[in-house]
């Protein structure tokens, strides 16, 4: 255990958790068999049983929370979805199944010491700098919604932005620099497709999209 120092073999201790399962003995934190004092995290937890065992470990907990003082909440992650009891005073949170290290409150990276509200402003600030001096860098543009900077080596003209901000959720066009709807990846593009040198908005084309062209962007599979 790494915080009484305690030493186990896993199996033991797998057995130990097992156990608490079965006799339903399963609150908001697994204690240290010898101490009771130091909290198994469900990262340890993860590690120790299977995944239909882990699951159940989560159920149990969550139907702790209602009885709980406000000093954890659940939280999920952003990027895959799965859940673990966080500190309600946690500046990081770091997911145990695919490791991204965000803000419990924002989604963004990290900022310890520093308010959502200003860190997002100082990341957009930041992007507006580089790009006055990164404009004139060939294959590269800003995303229309964040700033963020998008480098383009070759394949189409329709874009995503990969930030923390967008998310995957922001789609531009590389030659007029305007945010698009998903469905526009072919329809923005009427005269030579999305790998030609040119878009609807250069050659001020009309944007009515084909009822074929539409798509719902809450569909896509990423």
């Known amino acids: 255990m790494d915080d009484c120092r305690h030493v186990f073999c896993e199996f033991c201790l797998s057995q130990y958790i097992k156990q608490n399962i079965q ?3 399963i609150e908001q934190a697994i204690l240290c068999p010898q101490c009771s004092k130091t909290t198994l995290s469900n990262k340890q937890l993860n590690r120790l049983v299977n ?33 673990e009891f966080i500190s309600v005073k946690a500046d990081k949170f770091q997911c145990m199944k695919c490791n991204i290290k965000i803000c419990p409150s924002c989604n963004l990276e ?34 229309p919604k964040c700033g963020f900077l998008i480098e383009r080596q070759d394949g189409c003209n ?31 593009y009427k005269y030579k497709g999305p790998f030609g040198d040119t878009c609807n908005t250069i050659d001020q084309v009309n944007e009515d999209s084909d009822e074929s062209d539409e798509s719902d962007l809450d569909d896509i599979q990423f």
């Open 23 to 25: 006799q339903g003995r």
């Open 51 to 83: 995944e239909s065992e882990f699951e159940r470990i989560l159920n149990m907990q969550l139907r702790q929370v209602d009885n709980l003082e406000a000093t954890e909440c659940l939280k999920f992650c952003q990027n895959c979805d799965y859940a």
């Open 110 to 143: 990290p900022h310890p010491n520093l308010s959502c509200k200003l860190y997002r402003e100082s990341v957009i600030s930041q992007q507006a700098e580089s790009n006055n001096v990164d404009s004139a860098i060939e294959g590269v543009k800003p995303c």
């Open 158 to 188: 329709f874009m995503t932005c990969i930030s923390s901000l967008c998310m995957r959720k922001t789609f531009f066009c590389y030659l007029c620099g305007i945010e698009q709807k998903y469905s526009a990846h072919f329809s923005h």
